[in-house]
């Protein structure tokens, strides 16, 4: 991190999560584009569980390369 006063700890990070109920996932598709899309979020154990469909562009990028950005 560049600006380490601007560091936050871990378990700050995970409060922020635990509070919130959006964000934005991004991903990559198959020719390179960036993805982004707000989506529903619950925190479980240390994991992001995010609602959404089974199948459709979110999926198959993922599944396509595993590289993603929640904000």
């Known amino acids: 991190m560049r600006r380490k006063d601007r560091e936050i700890s871990m378990d700050e990070a995970y409060e922020i999560l635990k509070k919130g109920e959006f964000g934005v996932l991004s991903t990559v598709d198959k ?10 979020y619950a925190l479980h154990e240390n994991s992001i ?23």
């Open 31 to 40: 020719d390179g584009k960036p993805y982004g899309i707000p989506i529903n």
């Open 49 to 71: 569980i995010c609602h959404g469909a089974l199948e459709g562009m979110k999926i198959d990028n993922i599944n396509a390369r595993e590289d993603v950005s929640f904000a």
